[in-house]
């Protein structure tokens, strides 16, 4: 049975396809073009696949643009009584607000600022950063440190989404893990601050920001009217209610291990959705490609903050619906690093939590209210009761 408590105190990341960083910049924020190109077209395509299933005759806006280190698309019904464009601009205007507070990269956001000010002093923020690492510091609780926005100084160590990434020596490692602990995130509510308490610390919200942008794309449609929508945010999926006729979204779930698969099938399954978000999580989104072509083992951007590692549980890919963004951008990296049994147990306990686990025998586990919403799935691959 699930615990409804757990809701009230913790609840308030269809395609995954995260953009990677190399050599390109925009402002100050570097990206792998290659890879982001790459990526960004088979998600128009899967985009494309969805939306044309629908051809009810209604008009739309479709639009996009690069934000929060991802492309985001948008596809946005127009009708009678709604402010389509408006909202549009208007949800564009709020995700490139987030990113300047938000961003690990610009030296002027609110996160640079905080871990500038590591073990030195409090920084005052915007109520939109205060929010989102306050929701990051109770799921670093909920989880017992699955989750922790404070991997940053490893993450850096491995470098593996940037120029230079390599295997750290196990020194250097244990190094830094004494950095990693989001207790020791000090927040201020009445003050607005954010203080890390030991020098070198630092933070990174992009296992989280964009859930939340979603979340406020969602808020500003709706507010224009818009009863129909669908936003990709770089594999965050959020819709408004189903297609115009009334049908639910199918949201595409991408195949963990599309290079292996010789029908190259890009989803795995399918789930359909007429409000959620939909989110997933990874090991074949940012990785060293050199070292697993000559080693075989995948050295991947979901670290284990126990172990200042790439996680290796044997969970390759973790698909969370619910209705809030926010809350399945942190669980679907939480629950990977949590692995399957504790995974798909704390999504049961949690109150409008689905989740979908898959490991590297590509078995498919299954949260218990998530079965009658799958379909499609993959001939490689077996999903257990």
């Known amino acids: 049975m699930r615990n409804p408590s757990l809701k009230n105190k913790f609840i308030y990341k269809c395609v995954n396809i995260r953009a990677s960083r190399k050599v390109c910049r925009k402002g100050s924020q570097q990206v792998k073009k290659t890879k982001i190109v790459k990526q960004f077209i088979l998600a128009a395509l899967l985009l494309a696949t969805l939306i044309s ?53 610009l030296p002027d956001s609110d996160i640079s600022k905080v871990n500038k000010a590591a073990g030195k002093e409090p920084v005052k923020v915007h109520s939109d950063t205060f929010y989102v690492i306050q929701k990051a510091i109770q799921y670093g609780e909920l989880t017992q440190g699955s989750f922790d926005i404070s991997i940053r100084p490893v993450g850096e160590l491995w470098d593996i989404s940037g120029d230079n990434p390599r295997v750290p020596y196990k020194t250097e490692i244990e190094q830094l893990l004494p950095l990693v602990d989001y207790r020791k995130i000090k927040l201020d509510e009445q003050e607005q601050t954010v203080f890390l308490e030991q020098e070198g610390m630092s933070i990174d919200l992009g296992g989280i920001a964009k859930g939340y942008a979603g979340d406020e794309v969602v808020r500003i449609l709706k507010e224009h009217g818009v009863s129909h929508a ?35 099938r890009g989803h795995v399954a399918a789930i359909t959705t007429t409000g959620n978000s939909i989110v997933t999580s990874g090991d074949y989104e940012r990785y060293m490609v050199e070292v697993y072509k000559q080693t075989g083992k995948r050295y991947h951007h979901i670290f284990d903050p126990e172990t200042g590692r790439p996680t290796q549980n044997s969970v390759i890919s973790v698909t969370i619906v619910t209705e809030s963004g926010i809350d399945a951008d942190a669980l679907s990296t939480a629950l990977f690093v949590m692995g399957v049994e504790k995974g798909l147990k704390l999504a049961n306990e949690l109150e409008g939590i689905e989740a979908m686990i898959i490991d590297e025998g590509k078995t498919i586990y299954l949260s218990e209210g998530l079965k009658d919403q799958i379909s499609a799935i993959h001939s490689d691959y077996n999903a257990v009761d």
């Open 230 to 264: 669908l936003v990709n945010l770089g594999g965050n999926i959020a819709v408004i209610n189903g297609k115009e006729d009334g049908s639910p979204w199918r949201i595409g779930i991408q195949n963990p291990r599309l290079d292996d698969d010789s029908e190259r």
């Open 53 to 105: 299933c629908n051809n009810t005759g209604g008009k739309r806006i479709e639009d996009n643009l690069f934000a929060l280190d991802t492309y985001i698309s948008f596809v946005v019904s127009t009708g009678k009584d709604q402010d389509s464009r408006a909202g549009l601009d208007s949800a564009i205007k709020r995700i490139q607000d987030i990113e300047k507070r938000m961003s690990v990269t």
